[in-house]
Structure formats: structure tokens, C-alpha cells
């Protein structure tokens, strides 16, 4: 599958989210042609803190495949760029590649492969996975606009404002 097509199918769980009154953050990993792993964001859920899509999407993943040999690599696909928790669970689980839409500018993690220094560079977990976004950008900064226009707190309103008003590339 190619980057947009694997954003696409995380724009489609982000609305999955945004119908659910959720923020509008999806994402999927996939295998292959064969997507293993899939999830919004859970905002609404109560009394939980570990909700981005993408660490739910690779814990599905992680669930389904568990520690059997894999046929290709693992790819993930968000819709907003993921935090530094979220590329650490990529690390965690092996991901060769990460595609997202929209930059995250107050804590996406993009960058952080440029600066990673680990002492024992081959070893799987510490390899850190091509990262690439901009792919299907207005679509994600579209949903953050009609979610802005919906949202009941006003911290989460000012948030997904800001980011749909992110200037073109």
C-alpha cells in the first residue's frame, strides 16, 4: 500500500472518531497489503491518559500479530504526527516506516530520529523508522477544523484551531 493510501484509511478512522465525539486522530498499521492494526483517539474515555491512536492502533497490531515472524514490515499511518511516547512504541514494535498528514508543532516527535544516538545502533528496537508527512494534509487539517467547530472544551477547541490553521507547505 502507498503512504496516501494508508493516510487515507487513517483519515477514515479519524472520522470514525469524530462521528463518536472523539478528536479527529486516526491511525492504522499495516502489514503488507493486509492493515493488522487500527484505532482513533479516546479522549472521551474516562479516567485513561495512554489514548493516541497511533499507540492504540500498534497495540492492536501487537495483539493480532504478538511475537510471531513477520511476512513484511510493519508501517504506521496517523493522521497527525506522532508524539515522542508514540515513535517510542513504534520503536518498540519493530516499525520500518511512519506516515503521517499534519505536523503536531507543539509535541510531534518527527524529528527526533536525527538526534537519536543509541549505543548499539543494529539492534531491532533501536532503529528508528523512516518518517515522513504532509500526505493528505488538507484532508487532516480539514477535520481538525469541523471538529473545532464542535468542540465542547474550550482547551481541546483552541488546540484543533491552531491546527487547522497551519499554513500550507
Do not use: K
Not at 98 to 112: I, K, R, T
Not at 130 to 159: H, K
Request: some cysteine; overall charge negative; charged content about 25%.
Amino acid at each position: 500500500m502507498t503512504p496516501q493510501q494508508l493516510v487515507g484509511l487513517a483519515i477514515e478512522v479519524a472520522e470514525e472518531g469524530l462521528t463518536a465525539g472523539e478528536l479527529p486522530i486516526g491511525a492504522v498499521v499495516a502489514m503488507g497489503g493486509e492493515v493488522v492494526g487500527r484505532a482513533y483517539t479516546q479522549e472521551q474515555t474516562p479516567d485513561r491518559r495512554l489514548i493516541h491512536a497511533d499507540l492504540l492502533a500498534m497495540i492492536d497490531a501487537d495483539q493480532r500479530l504478538g511475537w510471531r515472524e513477520r511476512s513484511d514490515p510493519l508501517v504506521l499511518a496517523v493522521t497527525l504526527e506522532p508524539c515522542l511516547m508514540c515513535l517510542g512504541a513504534a520503536l518498540a514494535m519493530g516499525v520500518s516506516e511512519v506516515w503521517f498528514g499534519l505536523e503536531s508543532p507543539s509535541d510531534g516527535a518527527a524529528n527526533v530520529g536525527a538526534v537519536w544516538q543509541p549505543l548499539r545502533p543494529r539492534e531491532e528496537f533501536t532503529r528508528v523508522p523512516t518518517i515522513a508527512g504532509g500526505i493528505l494534509r488538507r484532508q487532516c487539517r480539514d477535520q481538525f477544523e469541523r471538529y473545532a467547530d464542535v468542540a465542547e472544551n474550550p482547551g481541546m477547541r483552541r488546540w484543533a484551531s491552531e491546527l487547522a490553521s497551519l499554513p500550507d507547505q
